[in-house]
């Protein structure tokens, strides 16, 4: 049923995405469901499947002129060189995630929740200030996004196959301009989700081309399976 279901249509409904309608409080994203032509009960099939990161990337590759055309991410200038990054991540049991605005160098990035049928979604936040000690600044003066102060806005409900997207950044160089968090208040079940981030690759770093590693399984074992 998994096999014939994603082999036979495309896995990506990029229509919904492409048509999302806006909400610009706390601060811009958009909310989609049903986002990925995916039978996400059928879990033990997709996570180890190779072949279906390949297709997932390759079809996201072909709509990508396309979503940066319609969202033009600020922190996206005309001559960067972009790569695509796909892949699944696990968060275990009992975990709160801190609050974070991403990488300067993640330009776009949508989260499919998978699996299981009920879990805890991501909780946008708001009014973040950073700590501005010394220590938090490398030898660049790039701040490292440690913050002293801020407050909980809302939670995306949880819902398989629901997705959020946004472009991270209100500002060129916004670190926290979209804070969010990434919690599951379960106490003995995994959650996992779906991701894609578009990053600058020519920023080099943790998220180079070199050492991002396609299709994560992290922890599925552990926590998921």
């Known amino acids: 049923m998994y096999y014939l279901l994603y082999m036979e249509t495309k896995l990506i409904n990029i229509d919904k995405v492409m048509n999302a309608k806006p909400i610009d409080e706390p601060w811009q994203h958009f909310i989609v469901d049903d986002v ?7 879990i033990n099939s997709f996570i180890k499947d190779d072949n279906l990161y390949h297709r997932l990337q390759d079809e996201f590759q072909t709509y990508l002129p396309s979503i940066l ?6 922190r996206l200038d ?3 060189e972009i790569f695509v990054d796909v892949r699944f991540i696990s968060t275990p049991p009992d975990s709160y995630g801190g609050v974070h605005g991403d990488n ?3 330009v776009w990035t949508i989260i499919i929740y998978a699996w299981p049928e009920k879990s805890s979604g991501t909780v946008l936040w708001t009014n ?25 806005h809302s939670e995306v409900d949880w819902k398989v196959n629901r997705a959020i997207f946004f472009s991270p950044g209100e500002k060129k160089d916004g670190w926290m301009d979209t804070p969010h968090q990434i919690i599951n208040a379960s106490k003995d079940t995994g959650r996992l989700i779906l991701m894609f981030n578009v990053f600058k690759s ?4 943790v998220h180079s081309k070199e050492k991002c590693k396609p299709f ?3 922890h599925f074992d552990d926590y998921c399976g």
């Open 36 to 42: 990925i032509n995916i039978d996400f009960t059928e």
């Open 69 to 74: 055309d319609k969202f033009k991410p600020v």
């Open 78 to 80: 005309k001559d960067d």
């Open 104 to 106: 300067l160098q993640k």
């Open 128 to 152: 973040v200030s950073l700590d501005r000690s010394p220590h938090c600044y490398d030898e660049d003066n790039v701040h490292n996004g440690d913050i002293i102060e801020s407050e909980m």
């Open 202 to 205: 020519k920023l080099g770093g």
């Open 216 to 218: 994560s399984k992290q």
